[in-house]
C-alpha cells in the first residue's frame, strides 16, 4: 500500500515536473501593429496633395495629383483597404495561432481631418481588430494622435482614457480598465507564465504636451510611481516584465541637426532611462512605435554594460507627420511577428512583413512579403542587450556592412543606404546607444570635432564609447 502510495505520488511529482518544463522551454509569438493612421475619406480619385481626399469641383485642375491606387500613397495616411489587408496578412500567416498582439496607437489620420475627433478613428480601428480576431488577445494603447486636441494627454480624467476603456472591455480585465480609466496606462498577468505585460500612456510625456510639460517635478497621471511598483514586484516575485508604448525614448535618428529631436521631456526621458537600468534584470524587452522608421536602442549601466534594449517599429501607414519634422517620414507600410519564450518572454527573433505599394496598386491586390528576418539580417542568435550591443559595434566598423542593411531596414527599403552621408550615419549611430539626450549631443559634438580636426569620424568610435557610457 505505502509503495503504491510512493509511485503515485512519485508520478505525480513528474508529470507536474515535465508540464512545468514544457512550459518554461515552450515558444510562442506574438504580433506587433503601430500606427494604422487611418485615414477613412481616401479616395482614388481624390488629391494627393489634400491626403488624397476629394477637392472641391472649384479647385485648380492644373495642381490635382491622383493617388496611386486603392492600397495607399506615401503622399497620404492610411485608407482602410491597406489596413484591412494588414490584418488579412496576419491572418494568412498564422490565423490566430499567437498569443496576443501589442496594438501601440496613433488610429488617427496624421492629417488634420476637419471636425472628426480621434475618438471616430479609435472606434473603427478597434472593430476591425474585433471583427478580424474575435478570439485573440489584443492589448493597445493611445498614441499621441489618440487625444484631442492632438498630443495633449491630460494626467488625470482625459475623456479618451473613458473612449478606450468602453472601446477595450472585450479585451482588458477588470483591473486593468481601472487602471487605464485613470491614467491611460494597465498592467497584465499571464496566467501560468512568469511574464508581465506593462502598458505605458507616453503621450503624458510628449516636449510638445502643453498639459503636462511644465510638471518637471511631478509624477503626471502618477505613472512612474505605479510602474516602479510593478518592477520593484516583480523583482520580488521573480517575475519578468515585456514594457509597450506608442512614443520611444532617446532621440529622433532620422533628424540630422546637432541637437537632436527628442520625442519625450527631458526630465521624463531620464527618469524612464533610470527605471530602465535599476530594473533591468526585470525588463526583458521594450516596444516602441510612433516614428515610422525600423531602429533600435541598446541601454548601458555604468560598468559599461548593455543591460537592456527597446526595438521600435516602423507603422502600417505609409507615412507619418511627427511634431517638429518638416516633412513627412515616409516607409513601406510595416509590421512584426515576434518569436519569444512564452514562459519568461524572452524575444528570440522576429519576422518583419512590408507592403509594396507600387507592386499592390499595378496588379489591383495587396503583396506583403517578408522583408526580413532579425537573426539573418543581423547575424544574431537571439534579441539581447548583449547581442544587440554585437550587432551595434559591428555595425560602428567602417567595414562592416551590417549598416548598410540597417539602413535600407530602416524606412523599409523607401531609402537607399547610400543617401545617408557621413552626418546621417553619425546620427544613426549616436542615437542607438545614447538614450540619454545629454549624451547623444556630446556624441555629435565628438564626431564633429574629429572630423574638424581632419580625422575620419569612423575613427572616434573609442571617443564615442566614453559618451555611451556616461548614464545616470
Request: glycine share 6%.
Amino acid at each position: 500500500m505505502i509503495s503504491r502510495w510512493l509511485t503515485s505520488c512519485l508520478l505525480i511529482h513528474l508529470s507536474h515536473t515535465v508540464r512545468y518544463d514544457a512550459v518554461k522551454q515552450q515558444t510562442g509569438y506574438f504580433w506587433h501593429i503601430d500606427s494604422a493612421s487611418l485615414n477613412l475619406d481616401y479616395s482614388i480619385s481624390g488629391d494627393r496633395n489634400k491626403n488624397c481626399q476629394e477637392r472641391s469641383s472649384l479647385s485648380n485642375i492644373n495642381s490635382y495629383r491622383l493617388p496611386l491606387g486603392e492600397f495607399g500613397d506615401s503622399a497620404c495616411d492610411s485608407p482602410l483597404q491597406l489596413v484591412k489587408s494588414a490584418t488579412e496578412f496576419i491572418k494568412k500567416v498564422r490565423g490566430e495561432d499567437f498569443d496576443f498582439i501589442l496594438w501601440t496607437g496613433d488610429s488617427s489620420p496624421s492629417s488634420a481631418m476637419g471636425e472628426d475627433n480621434s475618438t471616430r478613428y479609435l472606434r473603427e480601428m478597434t472593430l476591425l481588430l474585433r471583427e478580424q480576431f474575435p478570439y485573440s488577445s489584443i492589448y493597445p494603447v493611445l498614441g499621441d494622435m489618440d487625444f484631442n486636441p492632438r498630443g495633449q494627454a491630460q494626467a488625470k480624467a482625459d475623456p479618451m482614457y473613458k473612449v478606450a476603456s468602453d472601446l477595450w472591455g472585450t479585451w482588458l480585465p477588470p483591473k486593468a480598465i481601472d487602471s487605464l480609466k485613470h491614467g491611460g496606462y494597465y498592467k497584465i498577468d499571464l496566467a501560468g507564465r512568469k511574464l508581465q505585460l506593462v502598458a505605458l500612456n507616453t503621450a503624458l510625456y510628449l516636449s510638445t504636451n502643453e498639459q503636462t510639460r511644465h510638471s518637471y517635478h511631478h509624477d503626471p497621471g502618477n505613472q512612474w510611481h505605479w510602474l516602479e511598483n510593478i518592477l520593484e514586484k516583480a523583482r520580488l516575485k521573480h517575475q519578468t516584465v515585456i514594457i509597450f508604448g506608442h512614443t520611444p525614448p532617446g532621440v529622433f535618428e532620422r533628424d540630422w541637426t546637432n541637437s537632436g529631436r527628442a520625442w519625450l521631456q527631458q526630465t521624463q526621458n531620464i527618469r524612464y532611462l533610470r527605471l530602465i537600468l535599476q530594473y533591468s534584470d526585470v525588463i526583458v524587452g521594450q516596444f516602441f512605435g510612433h516614428q515610422n522608421t525600423d531602429t533600435f536602442r541598446v541601454f548601458y549601466n555604468n560598468k559599461r554594460q548593455a543591460v537592456s534594449w527597446a526595438l521600435i517599429s516602423p507603422g502600417i501607414s505609409p507615412r507619418t507627420v511627427v511634431e517638429g519634422m518638416r516633412e513627412p517620414v515616409i516607409s513601406s507600410p510595416s509590421m512584426r511577428l515576434y518569436k519569444y519564450s512564452v514562459y519568461d518572454g524572452k524575444v528570440l527573433d522576429y519576422s518583419q512583413f512590408s507592403l509594396s505599394l507600387s507592386q499592390s496598386n499595378t496588379e489591383g491586390r495587396p503583396v506583403w512579403d517578408l522583408q526580413y528576418n532579425f537573426s539573418s539580417l543581423y547575424g544574431a542568435e537571439s534579441i539581447s542587450p548583449a547581442s544587440l550591443d554585437r550587432v551595434y559595434n559591428t555595425m560602428a566598423t567602417q567595414s562592416s556592412p551590417l549598416l548598410d542593411n540597417y539602413l535600407l531596414a530602416n524606412t523599409a527599403g523607401m531609402d537607399q543606404p547610400k543617401d545617408c552621408r557621413d552626418t546621417c550615419r553619425k546620427v544613426h549611430l549616436c542615437a542607438i546607444p545614447n538614450v540619454d539626450i545629454t549624451n547623444f549631443r556630446k556624441c555629435i559634438s565628438l564626431a564633429n570635432m574629429a572630423v574638424r580636426v581632419g580625422r575620419e569620424w569612423w575613427g572616434v568610435k573609442v571617443i564615442l564609447a566614453m559618451v555611451v557610457f556616461c548614464v545616470y
